[in-house]
């Protein structure tokens, strides 16, 4: 009797579980948003923590790092020019007349002087262009592009909808190629998604109460954006303006914080 009841039991629990899993499946969208972050291409200012570190560890290299050959050969030239003000020691003149290391570090400094660094503001800085990645260069980037949802059309991330025998990773990659084209490429650092949200569309939808989202954190490498997306590459604060709240709040979540 006891078995028979455990049977019962755990029979009408999977029955429950099916139910619910196949009213979830047909009352809900299940979406993948795909969040593609261009990181810096030129090193962010270092915030005062970074820069105690960094003299920490410069500090450290000096006291247990071994004399380079410059330091020697300067030390070495030293020594050459005092055994020259003695007219009765040996001075190897070979020595004598080549490029001291004083005279090659005077050359190394007139060129560095002379050297001017690019500039860091680009074209598309300048023009507020945000539909290149090619912009914001010390800071991180977000892709957003124009996704219809229902009647309405939104500035949000890249977003597709699942279909039967997709893993959601393979939804993202086919959620990316449809709406960004096949020229841009990516780096996905997980089979895993990283953040969750959950929205009911105004009206049902084919039957549907709303969309569960699962955002996938991808690193731009290269390639363009199809320019039909309207993409937009943009920074943190900038998505705190163009996102809705709540969905923003969740995306923020999974990317690393700015410091400057």
């Excluded at 579980?17 to 196949?22: M, Q, T, V």
């Excluded at 260069?137 to 957003?144: F, N």
């Amino acid at each position: 009797m006891i078995k028979m009841f455990l049977r019962k039991l755990i029979f009408s629990e999977i029955s429950l579980s099916h139910r619910i899993l196949i009213r979830d499946k047909s009352s809900w969208d299940l979406v993948t948003g795909v969040c593609v972050e261009r990181l810096p291409v030129v090193t962010p200012p270092l915030n005062d923590i970074q820069k105690k570190f960094k003299n920490m560890l410069g500090t450290l290299e000096i006291e247990k790092s071994l004399k380079s050959n410059h330091e020697l050969r300067k030390e070495n030239d030293k020594v050459q020019a005092e055994l020259l003000k003695n007219e009765s020691a040996d001075v190897d003149m070979d020595i004598v007349s080549k490029i001291t290391a004083q005279d090659f570090e005077d050359a190394s400094k007139e060129e560095f002087d002379s050297f001017k660094f690019g500039d860091i503001e680009t074209e598309a800085d300048k023009k507020g262009d945000r539909s290149t990645h090619n912009r914001f260069l010390q800071r991180h980037l977000v892709l957003v592009t124009q996704v219809k949802l229902g009647n309405d059309i939104k500035t949000i991330l890249p977003h597709g909808v699942w279909t039967e025998g997709e893993t959601l990773r393979q939804t993202a990659e086919r959620t990316l190629l449809e709406n960004c084209g096949s020229d841009i490429k990516v780096k996905f650092l997980s089979n895993a998604p990283s953040g969750y949200y959950k929205y009911k569309y105004p009206s049902e939808v084919n039957g549907k109460i709303g969309a569960k989202v699962f955002f996938y954190y991808a690193n731009y490498q290269s390639g363009e954006i199809d320019k039909k997306s309207k993409p937009n590459w943009l920074t943190r604060k900038e998505l705190t303006e163009m996102l809705p709240e709540k969905y923003n709040k969740c995306v923020q979540s999974f990317l690393i914080e700015e410091t400057f």
